[in-house]
Each structure stands twice: as structure tokens, then as C-alpha cells.
């Protein structure tokens, strides 16, 4: 059983970076799809982005290309979010999951989960 604990969240500025650590145990990150999701108050959980197993390839969703990274170290078996430029409307708990499988949004298609990290961006 894989389990995955997010951390790294906290309050910034408009403009300001944090970087989320998703850290996995029970499971080898390097031989899973590896997604971060986030949720706002009253909102749906939505796609942020996901890196392949094996050769690590990302992806991300239209609203944070180009301003946040998925990387994964394997020696420490973490993925981590760096998020730049963030924007009040990033304010969401983040949540990374794994997956053998999937790499897009259909949250049914993800088998783990982590508990979430919140971040809060002020203007």
C-alpha cells in the first residue's frame, strides 16, 4: 500500500514561490504516475499537473503552465510542486497522487492519495 504525505504549504505573497514536497512510502515514485491535484473552498478537486513513471516526463494543466515545475528525485523517492508567480486564486489544498496508470483528471483513476497541504496567496 502506497501512502504519500504532502508537505511544504503555507502563505505567501501575490507573485512570491513555494515548493510542495509529496513524499512516498510503501512504493517505489519512480514506478508510478504521480499527479497534484488542488481544491478550493467550496470547489471541485481539480488537475494541477502529473509526471510519468519511468523517464518522468510532466505535464500540466492550462492554468499553470509555465509557472509551476514537477520534478521527482528517486534517491529520496519525493515529487515535488515548485509553484512560481503564484496568484490569490492558487489558494487551494494541494494533493498529490499516484497512479499505474492514469495521467489526467478523472480523480477516479488515481489509487492513492495524500491528505493535502494548504496554500494560501495574499495580494
Known amino acids: 500500500q502506497v501512502q504519500l504525505v504532502e508537505s511544504g504549504g503555507g502563505a505567501v505573497q501575490a507573485g512570491g514561490s513555494l515548493r510542495l514536497s509529496c513524499a512516498a512510502s510503501g512504493g517505489t515514485v519512480r514506478n508510478y504516475n504521480m499527479g497534484w491535484f488542488r481544491q478550493a473552498p467550496g470547489k471541485e478537486r481539480d488537475f494541477v499537473g502529473a509526471?510519468?513513471?519511468?523517464?518522468?516526463?510532466?505535464t500540466y494543466a492550462a492554468s499553470v503552465k509555465g509557472r509551476f515545475t514537477i520534478s521527482r528525485d528517486n534517491a529520496k523517492n519525493t515529487v515535488y510542486l515548485q509553484m512560481n508567480s503564484l496568484k490569490p486564486e492558487d489558494t487551494a489544498a494541494y494533493y498529490c497522487?499516484?497512479?499505474?496508470?492514469?495521467?489526467?483528471?478523472?480523480?477516479?483513476?488515481?489509487?492513492?492519495w495524500g491528505q493535502g497541504t494548504q496554500v494560501t496567496v495574499s495580494s
Open positions: 509526471i510519468t513513471r519511468g523517464v518522468g516526463i510532466p
Open positions: 497522487a499516484g497512479s499505474q496508470w492514469s495521467m489526467g483528471p478523472d480523480l477516479r483513476t488515481w489509487n492513492y
